[in-house]
T-cell receptor, first 110, second 114 residues
């Protein structure tokens, strides 16, 4: 079964706007929550990651917000740019393997 | 620096034919290695992972198999491909310390079974 649920499936944002992608999980044993960015025809690349001992992590225009009690985490892309158009995956790790969400296709319009 | 190589980039194979996809990692030792399949709208599905030579864990029962003949080599195989095996296959590695750091993915193989 899907251990990490991601929404929305697709998202259209105007240039300069904020893109928000949400993920939820059930397994409290997960202890590492990365986000990946994938461009067409390429493998996913690690974008930013967080551990459950912090509630927020920011790297440039990308921020992860983490709510341990609600078992939810989200990716915020500030000042979204057309070059951010890609598919984004959230994931959660327990043990040796990552469990991925189904992905969000983001389109940033000029 | 560490690099991961995956080939071929694209492959068109007839139903019933065999398959061999190869992945190698350079610049590290004892990596954890993974095979994922990505189908449209279905995210990344873990197929196999390996924490050492000859050690393969299968996550999804199917007609695919994996082998790790060398520390930094991971091979995905099939004896007879099905139409449903079409997809984008990704190899990934992470350090062998429990998998709690980021994966590095290869560039993928687009497999079309016809």
């Amino acid at each position: 079964q899907q251990q990490v649920k991601q929404s929305p499936q697709s998202l259209i944002v105007q240039k300069g706007g904020i893109s928000i992608i949400n993920c939820a999980y059930e397994n409290t044993a997960f202890d590492y929550f990365p986000w990946y960015q994938q461009f067409p025809g390429k493998g996913p690349a690690l974008l930013i990651a967080i551990r459950p001992d912090v509630s927020e992590k920011k790297e440039g225009r990308f921020t992860i917000s983490f709510n341990k009690s609600a078992k939810q985490f989200s990716l915020h892309i500030m000042d979204s740019q057309p070059g951010d158009s890609a598919t984004y995956f959230c994931a959660a790790n327990s043990g040796y393997a990552l469990n991925f969400g189904k992905g969000t296709s983001l389109l940033v319009t000029p | 620096s560490q690099t991961i190589h995956q080939w071929p980039a694209t492959l068109v194979q007839p139903v019933g034919s065999p398959l061999s996809l190869e992945c190698t990692v350079e610049g590290t030792s004892n990596p954890n290695l993974y095979w994922y399949r990505q189908a449209a709208g279905r995210g990344l599905q873990l197929l196999f992972y390996s924490v050492g030579i000859g050690q393969i864990s299968s996550e999804v029962p199917q007609n695919l198999s994996a082998s790790r003949p060398q520390d930094r080599q991971f091979i995905l195989s099939s004896k007879k491909l099905l139409l449903s095996d079409s997809g984008f296959y990704l190899c990934a590695w992470t350090s062998g310390t429990g998998g709690d750091d980021g994966y590095t993915f290869g560039s993928g193989t687009r497999l079309t079974v016809v």
